[in-house]
């Protein structure tokens, strides 16, 4: 590792697509600042701390899905979390309803809006009298 910076995440937790570019511009700019030094011999590589590293492997669609039994916390990292892909989402008989947007009011997860096939976006409450 020959550097390091912390990024201020905002809402936690954040959703990724706003994380994405937040975290490509930081990188790029460390880049731009510690490339020149490394290629001078300024800057001396040292060993990631392990014990606060993490790994995460391949995802596939199903760590998307939404288990109503896991907490909320739980529910809202994953919601944030695959905005992108796997896309977080539940069933309502046959359909996959993706949850697009959702937050925590008083420890209970809160959907505020949804996606179905075929359909536009919609608020929760509007899916819930139409399905």
Do not use: C
């Amino acid at each position: 590792m020959v550097a390091q910076k912390e990024v201020s995440t905002g809402e936690w937790p954040p959703y990724y697509d706003k994380l994405k570019p937040k975290l490509a511009k930081a990188g790029g700019r460390l880049l731009a600042e510690t490339l020149p030094e490394w290629v001078a011999g300024n800057i001396e590589a040292i060993s990631q701390d392990h014990t606060n590293a993490s790994y995460v492997g391949k995802f596939d669609s199903d760590d998307g899905k939404i288990d109503f039994s896991d907490p909320a916390e739980t529910n809202l990292r994953k919601i944030r979390a695959f905005t992108d892909w796997p896309k977080a989402h539940f069933y309502h008989g046959d359909n996959r309803v993706i949850i697009t947007k959702a937050h925590r009011e008083d420890g209970e997860l809160i959907i505020d809006k949804v996606k179905t096939s075929g359909h536009t976006v919609m608020d929760y409450e509007g899916f819930q009298k139409q399905f």
